[in-house]
């Protein structure tokens, strides 16, 4: 059904034009706005400050309101997939924490089990708690820093600092487990290469008794207040039809009323020993997925609570030898990163490399449902919106 | 030659003060602007669980100085297609409107640039609003169509928030009986109640309109950072900015001054007629004092000498003020001879104190404002505006003046007054949140309404 | 090691996959040399020293959506397996919309997951277009697979799931496959003036610098 703007499209190469529709005439359901007498196009160009790295977003408009979208990535496409084709099944691990960097333990996590799926072996018991208890850190911190640099977009300076302060304990956790903050690689393949060291379950614990106090600080600071009401309630409303036809996973497809989540549907690492709830919202407006985070941020806490009571003593790594070579075949393995389902879909044909690492990125899934959240709109929600997806561009364009 | 010589001198010799006045404040208003930015970052740091700047003089202290000089060292950018005579005259056009509001002002009954202004408060305000022309023609003049949008934005904003502004004065001079300012503050001191207790809604509209008016949060969205235009200032680099951003600040102090000498007593102490509260005359000094002690429980622990003795410099600077503080109050007891040469500045000090006392607070309640909560979108902005301010005002001129009409046929003054007063400010209450409700109510029938254009698929 | 029937063996996978399955897939490029001779060896070399027997990874799949999908489809659906217990369905590429739309409403696979592809170039129909679905009634995910070859057009599943809409594009741009029906088909990661298409095997750096040095110097690369 696309019919081609030559204005619009001229340099394009590799581009086709489409006539012939499918034998079932099955009508493709984007539409195209075309371009009228009172509209503007307004371009929110890779380097600004609200677009949380460099996203391009295009935005028709009629006189304040946005009629159309077009968000244009790629900025930080690194070939990543192209990369793993080359790398052994090692060697590409610490590839992945550079996708969404902000959340690099879950993507090592990710990764780890579908290798390990690929491989039929399964971590020991306490590996996959200990890698329970830091990706579940590692979603606090995702949380806060989304937290922080949302309420900045809305115009809240403070929780900014207070998230931050927050995330800096848990970047001190995973320091002093793996040495890195950001790109931590904490995990191996069969499991982990580090013994928790010996104030892990002391610092967790500490970390978890002052994170309730702090919650109720952030809540204070931003669920009763009007102004912060007015800017989120009723904005980028996001139906549960939708969501599930976007393919939108995470808080986001929460938010909307779906109560789906990977750790209980199909639970991974020790997920599956713990009691916690999955926060659900109703309408699936910027406010339900601000309440929706801040519930799961509780129910983190609650997991790590659960876990290090009872970390099983044992062996961290699987007998998996230093040269990995799986038996021919495929695997998709999807875990539930903070933003979404992540999804490595790899192939193995039997080397030392991986055939093909497929990566299915949440941020870069949820980020397609923008246009339909934004119609409607006046412009000054259009950075509550782009913030409230929670994206991280690294994840987007691999 | 000669008789424009002596017509020079008799001038002089009429006007210096004020000419002299007008010099310092604008050769020291910016310093003092700079280093109520460098209050507000600290300020800003502290409630955000960190230091503020630090690494520029003790404290950052220096911090406004290096500002200041990196901005007027700035190269000066103008737009290619820019109006250059109005791209020069609209900073200027803010600035001059600012400062010049502040001449108008009066610290304490002796501080005055321009001595009793009949139509004083009329007078800052009115010229204040000029501040408006230079928004507007700096928007103008960058040639930017985002510039422009902005600056209307700005301006469409501080002409509905001076609509409230100026009503809900007007309840206030609905008391004060006059527009001069010496006379206002004379008449809370005679009826010995400030107007902002026999007026609290006029001063909360009040206070919440000065918001708007000088552009800051939770009403800072024209000039927000994260928005796609960053509004009229976007086009003026280094000295230029700064004088835009020197205004913003004066007009901070300038209305937190017509707030103070309206609603809260300007230079008056708290309870200034009631006679056995006037231990509270101490109250300046033993502050100062406390500063300065504090200083020097502190000096002590400091890591660097440095910083030690500029710890005790301090509080020998804030122990040389308490002294000048408590001199006119403890003279009269002291030395009763010097006592009547000091008197008549006694009320120009302590005046100066509370007034600039009144001033601090309320600026610090705009700061604490501004890191506490997120901005409004604009058109919520201007629903605030019009359909709640503007009409809680009207109503409130139209109790408090029944209220005062019902206090003079009862013959009430000063305190009494509140027996009057109050109920009407509940009435007013209750309208406010009438008006509130019945506008959500209107909100959500505006959503519902555009909903079939915009909100399905 | 392919080839040979293998023993059963109850597989230590975590819980959540589908039961155990049959023989492999006809279309498995042969990397690692069989050893047809001696019974298949583990395939890591692993501590316990006796050589456990092999653990049989591919299994054919014959549920009741298999079922179902021959019964309406016929020979569209060529094949049906389970891989490390991931339900694999193999589709014939003209008929991928229909089936999809099938999948959807009458299967209950409400999301679509992923829309990827792989290249085998040694394969007659190189491009391997898959495509991971979840179903959220029941807790289950299902691959679909479809073989294109070079050139020809894949009938596009936008009009299924909206989700296919980027991620088409994307196979597009990485892999210059053509979808028929996409409202937008145009690069999404690289450049819109982008040359080749990186995922695919023949493409590399090599050949990258190959076609700089000579647009731009006109000479042969000596690489």
Same mark, same amino acid.
């Given at each position: ?36 007498? +009172?509209?503007?196009?307004?371009? %929110? ?16 408009? +009629? ?9 244009? !990535? ?66 606090? /911190? ?60 002391? +610092? ?22 009007r102004i912060?009401?007015g ?62 985070? %801040? ?101 987007? +364009?691999? | ?115 009793? !202004?009949?139509?004083?408060i009329?007078?800052?305000v ?30 469409a904003q501080l002409v509905s928030y001076e609509t409230a502004a100026g009503m809900a004065l007007v309840s206030g001079l609905l008391f ?19 107007f902002g207790m026999l007026a609290p809604v006029a001063l909360f509209i009040y206070g919440v309109a000065s918001i708007a008016e000088t552009?800051r949060?939770p009403f ?35 209305v937190?001054?017509v707030a103070?000498?309206l609603f809260l ?97 309320y600026?610090?309640c705009f700061?604490?404002l501004?890191?506490?909560v997120?901005?409004y979108?604009f058109d919520q902005l201007m629903r605030l505006g019009w359909h709640f301010l503007i009409p809680l005002s009207i109503i409130n001129i139209l109790v408090v003046g029944v209220a005062m009409i019902a ?11 509140l027996?009057v007063t109050t109920p009407a400010a509940i009435i007013a209450l209750v309208a406010a949140l009438a008006i509130l409700a019945a506008d959500s109510g209107r909100k959500?029938?505006d ?11 | ?73 016929? &020979? ?17 590429? &003209?008929?991928?919309?229909?089936? /999809? ?109 190959? &076609? ?12």
């Open positions: 059904m696309g019919e081609s703007k030559p204005g619009n499209r001229e340099r394009a190469v590799g581009y086709f034009r489409f006539e012939e529709e499918t034998a079932l005439n099955i009508e493709a359901t984007s539409e195209h706005t075309i371009l009228g007498a +009172d509209e503007l196009i307004i371009n %929110m160009g890779p380097q600004h400050p609200s677009t949380h790295g460099v996203l391009r977003v295009k935005l028709k408009l +009629d006189g304040e309101r946005v009629i159309g979208s077009e968000c244009i !990535i790629g900025y930080l496409h690194r070939g990543v997939e192209k990369i793993a084709e080359s790398r052994t099944y090692q060697q590409f691990a610490p590839y992945v924490d550079r996708m969404d960097y902000v959340a690099a333990v879950s993507n090592g996590l990710g990764y780890c089990e579908a290798i390990e799926k690929l491989l039929v072996v399964e971590a020991p018991p306490r590996a996959r708690v200990i890698r329970t208890i830091l990706t579940e850190l590692q979603r606090i /911190a995702s949380h806060l820093l989304w937290l922080g640099t949302h309420a900045l977009d809305i115009g809240a300076l403070t929780p900014l600092f207070y998230c931050m302060r927050e995330r800096e304990e848990i970047l001190k956790i995973f320091e002093k487990y793996c040495g890195a903050r950001l790109t931590t690689h904490a995990f191996r393949i069969g499991g982990l290469q580090y013994e928790a060291y010996d104030t892990l379950e002391k +610092d967790t614990e500490r970390f978890c008794k002052d994170f309730e106090a702090r919650i109720a600080e952030y809540e204070e600071l931003l669920t009763q207040n912060w009401v800017r989120t309630r009723g904005i980028g409303i996001l139906t549960a039809e939708d969501a599930i036809a976007f393919g939108v996973t995470g808080p986001v497809l929460r938010a909307s009323g779906v109560k789906w989540d990977i750790r209980k549907a199909a639970p991974y690492a020790a997920y599956d020993q713990y009691k916690f709830e999955i926060p659900v919202g109703t309408t699936g407006d910027t406010y339900d997925r601000y309440i929706v985070r %801040m519930e799961e941020m509780r129910q983190s806490r609650l997991i790590c609570l659960q876990a290090i009571e009872n970390i099983p003593a044992g062996p961290i790594l699987a007998k998996v030898g230093k040269v990995l070579k799986p038996p021919p075949g495929e695997v998709y393995h999807a875990i539930e990163a903070p933003k979404g389902e992540l999804g490595y879909y790899v192939v193995s044909d039997g080397t030392v490399q991986p055939y093909r690492v497929r990566i299915r990125p949440p941020s870069f899934i949820n980020l397609q449902a923008f246009d339909r959240m934004v119609r409607g709109h006046l412009v000054a929600d259009v950075v509550a919106i782009i913030g409230t997806i929670d994206i991280v561009l690294g994840e987007v +364009d691999r | 030659m000669n008789a424009v010589l002596q017509a020079t001198i008799e001038f002089l010799k009429l006007y210096w003060a004020p000419l002299f006045c007008g010099v310092v404040i604008v050769a020291v208003l910016p310093i003092i602007v700079g280093y109520i930015v460098l209050v507000e970052r600290k300020v800003m740091a502290d409630m955000q669980a960190r230091l503020g700047p630090m690494r520029v003089g003790p404290h950052g202290l220096l911090q406004p100085i290096a500002d200041a000089v990196k901005l007027l060292i700035k190269e000066d950018i103008i737009p290619d297609n820019a109006d250059k005579l109005v791209f020069w005259l609209a900073p200027v056009l803010s600035v001059g409107a600012g400062l010049l509001a502040i001449a108008g002002l009066a610290i304490g009954p002796a501080f005055q640039i321009a001595p009793n !202004i009949n139509i004083g009329l007078f800052v009115g010229i204040s609003a000029m501040g408006i022309f230079g928004i507007v023609l700096g928007g103008w003049a960058s040639n930017s169509h985002y510039s422009l949008m902005g600056a209307l934005r700005s301006s004060a009986g006059s527009l001069n300012i010496t006379a206002i503050v004379e008449a809370q001191r005679t009826q010995g109640i400030w552009n949060a800072d969205l024209p000039e927000a950072e994260s928005e796609l235009v960053a509004g009229y200032m976007t086009e003026f680099s280094g000295f230029r900015w700064s004088l835009y951003f020197l205004a913003e600040y004066a007009n901070m102090i300038v937190a001054s103070t000498t007593g300007g230079w008056l102490r708290p309870f200034s007629e009631v006679h056995w509260l006037n231990f509270l005359d101490f109250a300046p000094a033993l502050l100062t004092i406390a500063i300065a002690v504090y200083c020097v429980m502190r000096a002590p622990k400091q890591p660097v000498r440095v910083q030690q003795l500029f710890m005790l410099a301090v509080a020998g600077f804030c122990f040389v003020v308490a002294l000048v503080l408590a001199a006119p109050v403890l003279l009269p007891f002291l030395k009763p001879s010097l006592a009547a040469a000091v008197q008549p500045y006694y009320a120009g000090i302590h005046g100066g104190f509370w007034f600039l006392f009144k001033v601090s607070v600026v610090y700061m604490w501004r890191f506490t997120p901005r979108r206090g003079e046929y009862f013959h009430l003054h000063g305190w009494a007054m027996l959500e029938r959503r519902a309404a555009a909903a079939p254009e915009f909100y399905a698929r | 090691m392919a080839d040979e029937p293998k023993e059963q063996k109850p597989s230590s996978v975590p819980a959540g996959d589908k039961p155990a399955g049959s023989p492999s897939p006809a279309s498995t490029p042969a990397a690692k040399p069989a050893d047809s001779a001696a019974p298949a060896a583990p395939p890591r070399a692993a501590a316990p020293p006796a050589p456990k027997p092999p653990v049989v990874l591919q299994t054919p799949l014959n549920n009741e959506l298999v079922t179902r999908l021959r019964g309406k489809f016929g &020979a569209a659906i060529l094949e049906a397996m389970e891989d490390r217990k991931q339900a694999i369905v193999t589709v014939e590429c &003209a008929r991928l919309a229909e089936i /999809a739309l099938h999948l959807r409403d009458e299967g209950k696979f409400d999301m679509l997951s992923d829309l990827t592809a792989v290249d085998w170039p040694k394969r007659e129909k190189r491009f391997d277009i898959i495509l991971n679905l979840y179903s959220f009634a029941k807790n289950e995910r299902l691959r679909v697979k479809a073989h294109a070859a070079d050139g020809e057009k894949v009938p596009s599943v936008v009009g299924v799931w909206i989700a296919a809409n980027w991620l088409e594009r994307e196979v597009f741009d990485m892999f210059g496959i053509v979808f028929s029906g996409h409202p937008d088909l145009k690069r999404i990661l690289l450049p819109d003036e982008w040359q080749g298409y990186p995922l695919r095997k023949d493409y590399d750096i090599l050949q990258q610098d190959t &076609a700089w040095v000579k647009a731009n110097l006109g000479i042969e690369s000596g690489q």
